[in-house]
């Protein structure tokens, strides 16, 4: 047995505790990993209460990123070995003192990468860089205007350092003077309170009038609208989640009027979330973006912001800062040595 988070009926987050739970068995292709970091997200509590599109099988251990160090490897497993230091998407199993991963999901880690803050990298990392550099989505180009909103949050914050990096300049939009800060801190040439007033006079202001190329928005509904009305001819709008409660409707006559170009991603289609399993289809792609994002990191322009670490006993605390809108960047859990390590 171990100790983690056991789900055994949907339900709210805050009826879960802490207590002993089946360690998986190891299967084919997979790696056993002892966690030493998890991440904590506003999806985790949607398939907790199973209002998630996808509902792991009862009973299930939540948490879809982990980071820690490989312990037992299963047959096929060629590219892992014991004693790696990792990151890995799971389907689920993260809140729990180990985790089992699919070899094809999961990255080794560079040395100077801590485990709290390696968390940041499969998931918010990984979903930006997808949105901002694959060709069938938001392709931001050297030179154009990206609008990020959510800008201190943790997929807005990995926007706005990997949109510098391709030579966009930022303008970014998050609801306090300090979340403000933040994002300016990680990179944001312009910076716009949204409860100051309508945020598409201040981006036609900054870009005279044209709006902004290209749009990321994880919050939805309002802010979405409001962002059809200050995009440039030819822009690209991408929804990569719903932070604001509401899933908007489109109207089409904007998008034909200029030119718009709306995409989607889920992430999870290309890490096996889906009826089909594609993830080894996808792999060596996802493999090669982890491996830039770290590259990245290494030369000194990436700095992944991780806000909370809370010990695993005290994961309905690190709930509370997430659903609260209480965190700048990530909230982790801690286990093992790296709790020892931060003093957790």
Same mark, same amino acid.
């Given at each position: 047995?171990?100790? *983690? /988070?056991?789900v055994?009926?949907?339900?709210?987050f805050?009826?879960?505790?802490?207590?002993?739970?089946?360690?998986?068995?190891?299967?084919?292709?997979?790696? #056993?990993?002892?966690?030493?970091?998890?991440?904590?997200?506003? +999806?985790?509590?949607?398939i907790?209460?199973?209002?998630?599109? #996808?509902?792991p099988?009862?009973?299930f251990?939540?948490?879809?990123?982990?980071?820690g160090?490989v312990t037992e490897?299963?047959?096929?497993?060629?590219?892992?070995?014991?004693?790696?230091?990792?990151?890995c998407?799971? !389907?689920? *199993?993260?809140?729990?003192?180990?985790?089992?991963?699919?070899?094809? @999901?999961?990255?080794?880690?560079?040395?100077?990468?801590?485990?709290?803050r390696?968390?940041?990298?499969?998931?918010? %990392?990984?979903?930006?860089?997808? +949105?901002?550099?694959?060709p069938?989505?938001?392709?931001?180009? !050297?030179?154009?205007? $990206?609008l990020?909103?959510?800008?201190?949050?943790?997929?807005?914050?990995?926007?706005?350092? &990997?949109?510098?990096?391709?030579?966009?300049?930022? &303008?970014?939009?998050?609801?306090s003077?300090?979340k403000?800060? &933040?994002?300016?801190?990680?990179?944001? !040439?312009?910076?716009? @309170? %949204?409860? !100051?007033?309508?945020?598409?006079d201040?981006? $036609?202001?900054?870009t005279?009038g044209?709006g902004?190329?290209?749009?990321?928005?994880?919050?939805?509904?309002?802010?979405?609208?409001?962002s059809l009305?200050c995009?440039?001819p030819?822009? #690209?709008?991408?929804?990569?989640g719903?932070?604001g409660g509401?899933?908007?409707?489109?109207?089409? @006559?904007?998008?034909?009027?200029?030119?718009?170009?709306?995409?989607?991603?889920?992430?999870?289609y290309?890490?096996?979330?889906?009826?089909? =399993?594609? #993830?080894?289809?996808?792999g060596?792609?996802?493999?090669?973006m982890?491996a830039?994002?770290f590259?990245w990191?290494?030369?000194?322009?990436?700095?992944?912001?991780?806000?909370?670490?809370f010990?695993?006993d =005290?994961?309905?605390?690190a709930?509370?800062?997430?659903l609260?809108?209480?965190?700048?960047?990530? /909230?982790a859990?801690?286990m093992?040595?790296?709790?020892?390590?931060?003093?957790?």
């Amino acid at each position: 047995m171990m100790r *983690g /988070v056991l789900v055994e009926e949907f339900t709210e987050f805050e009826t879960l505790k802490v207590q002993d739970c089946p360690i998986p068995p190891l299967e084919r292709g997979q790696v #056993r990993i002892k966690t030493q970091a998890a991440g904590v997200s506003f +999806a985790t509590s949607l398939i907790v209460s199973g209002r998630y599109q #996808r509902k792991p099988p009862l009973p299930f251990v939540p948490g879809t990123e982990v980071a820690g160090i490989v312990t037992e490897t299963g047959g096929e497993v060629a590219r892992l070995k014991v004693g790696d230091r990792v990151a890995c998407i799971l !389907d689920w *199993g993260g809140l729990a003192e180990e985790a089992v991963a699919h070899e094809v @999901n999961t990255f080794v880690l560079p040395p100077s990468l801590e485990f709290h803050r390696a968390i940041c990298f499969t998931n918010s %990392y990984g979903t930006s860089c997808a +949105a901002l550099t694959w060709p069938h989505l938001l392709h931001v180009q !050297d030179g154009e205007t $990206l609008l990020v909103h959510g800008g201190a949050g943790g997929v807005g914050i990995a926007a706005i350092e &990997i949109g510098k990096i391709l030579g966009a300049r930022v &303008i970014a939009t998050a609801g306090s003077a300090e979340k403000l800060a &933040i994002a300016k801190a990680h990179g944001a !040439d312009h910076v716009i @309170n %949204y409860r !100051d007033g309508p945020f598409r006079d201040q981006v $036609l202001e900054i870009t005279g009038g044209r709006g902004a190329n290209a749009i990321y928005d994880p919050v939805g509904g309002a802010v979405f609208e409001q962002s059809l009305r200050c995009i440039a001819p030819e822009g #690209r709008i991408m929804p990569v989640g719903f932070a604001g409660g509401t899933i908007q409707q489109i109207p089409a @006559n904007l998008l034909l009027v200029k030119n718009i170009t709306v995409c989607g991603l889920n992430m999870g289609y290309y890490v096996g979330w889906s009826p089909d =399993d594609v #993830r080894h289809a996808y792999g060596p792609r996802m493999q090669a973006m982890l491996a830039q994002l770290f590259a990245w990191f290494e030369q000194g322009r990436l700095n992944p912001r991780v806000s909370h670490s809370f010990a695993l006993d =005290d994961f309905q605390a690190a709930m509370a800062v997430v659903l609260g809108r209480l965190s700048q960047g990530r /909230v982790a859990i801690v286990m093992d040595e790296e709790a020892r390590r931060l003093g957790k």
